[in-house]
C-alpha cells in the first residue's frame, strides 16, 4: 500500500503498530525495512499510532483490532525509525482522574519531546479517554508544549462532548485531523459502528463543513482519512486513489489548497 499511497497522490501517511505487527509476521517486513520504503516512495510519516499502556495496563478483554501491537517503549522507537512528526496516544481502562492522568501524559511527552516528537491524546469514543473535553483537559494539565490532541470527526460525533468542548482546544494544539462520514445515528454498539465510516460526503456528518469551522479557527496540521473501506478484488492503488480522491475533493470543498494541508 505505500508505493500505492504515493502514486495516488498522498505526500504523507499514518503508521499504525497493529499494521507493522501484521507486516512482519505476513511479509517478513519490519519497521526498518518499511521505513525505508516510505522513503524511496518519497513519502513523509505524521503520525504513529497508538500507544495505550501509557497511563496503566492495558485491561483484559479488548477486542483484537484494538489491541495496540506495541507497549510504550516499542512506540517511541517506532515513531523514531520511521521520523515521524506525532505519537499518538489513547487510554482504555479504568476512567482516570485527571491530575493523576496528566503527570503521567507529562512523563510520556517528555520521553517523546527527547525524540522529537509531539505527542497527540486521542479520544476514541468507544474509550475511556473518550471526548474532547477530558482529553484536552488532561493534555492542558499536562503542561508541556508538545501536548495536543487528535481531532477525529467520527470520534467526536459518536461522543458526549460537543462543539463548545472543542472550542476550548487552541488551535495549535491540534496535531492531526482524522476524517470520515457516518450515518447520523450509530447502528449497533460503538465498537461495531466504528467500522461502519463512510467515505467522506456519503453520510451525515458534513466533514467538510466541520473542517471549514476549524480551518476558521487557524487549525493547520496534518489532515487525513481514516475510513474502513472494503478489502475487495480492486487493486490496491484503486482503492487507494478513491481515498485519496475522496479526500482531496473534501479538503478543496473546505475552502483549503491541498498542498497547505500539513
Request: with cysteine; proline share 6%.
Amino acid at each position: 500500500m505505500i508505493p500505492a499511497a504515493a502514486v495516488a497522490g498522498f505526500e504523507a501517511i499514518s503508521i499504525s503498530g497493529p499494521a507493522v505487527r501484521r507486516s512482519v509476521k505476513r511479509d517478513g517486513l519490519g519497521a526498518a525495512e518499511l521505513a525505508h520504503l516510505v522513503r524511496e516512495n518519497g513519502l513523509a510519516v505524521t503520525d504513529v499510532e497508538a500507544v495505550a499502556d501509557w497511563l496503566a495496563p492495558l485491561p483484559d478483554g479488548l477486542p483484537r483490532w484494538l489491541e495496540p501491537g506495541y507497549d510504550l517503549a516499542g512506540y517511541l522507537e517506532l515513531a523514531e525509525t520511521f521520523a515521524a512528526r506525532t505519537l499518538v496516544a489513547a487510554h482504555f481502562g479504568a476512567v482516570p482522574a485527571i491530575e493523576a492522568a496528566a503527570e503521567r501524559f507529562a512523563a510520556l511527552c517528555d520521553a517523546a519531546a527527547e525524540r522529537g516528537l509531539a505527542v497527540a491524546l486521542e479520544y476514541p469514543a468507544m474509550a475511556t479517554i473518550g471526548d474532547v473535553g477530558l482529553a484536552w483537559a488532561i493534555a492542558a494539565a499536562a503542561g508541556r508544549p508538545n501536548a495536543g490532541v487528535v481531532h477525529d470527526v467520527w470520534h467526536h460525533d459518536r461522543s458526549a462532548a460537543g462543539a463548545a468542548e472543542l472550542a476550548r482546544v487552541p488551535a495549535d494544539r491540534f496535531f492531526s485531523i482524522q476524517l470520515a462520514d457516518a450515518a447520523a445515528e450509530p447502528s449497533g454498539s460503538l465498537i461495531e459502528d466504528v467500522r461502519r465510516r463512510r467515505l467522506l460526503g456519503a453520510g451525515e456528518l458534513q466533514p467538510a463543513r466541520l473542517l471549514a469551522d476549524l480551518l476558521a479557527r487557524g487549525v493547520r496540521c496534518p489532515i487525513g482519512i481514516e475510513v474502513f473501506t472494503p478489502f475487495d478484488e480492486r487493486p490496491p492503488l484503486v482503492r487507494v486513489q478513491e481515498l485519496y480522491d475522496n479526500l482531496r475533493a473534501t479538503v478543496t470543498a473546505a475552502g483549503l489548497d491541498p498542498a497547505q494541508s500539513g
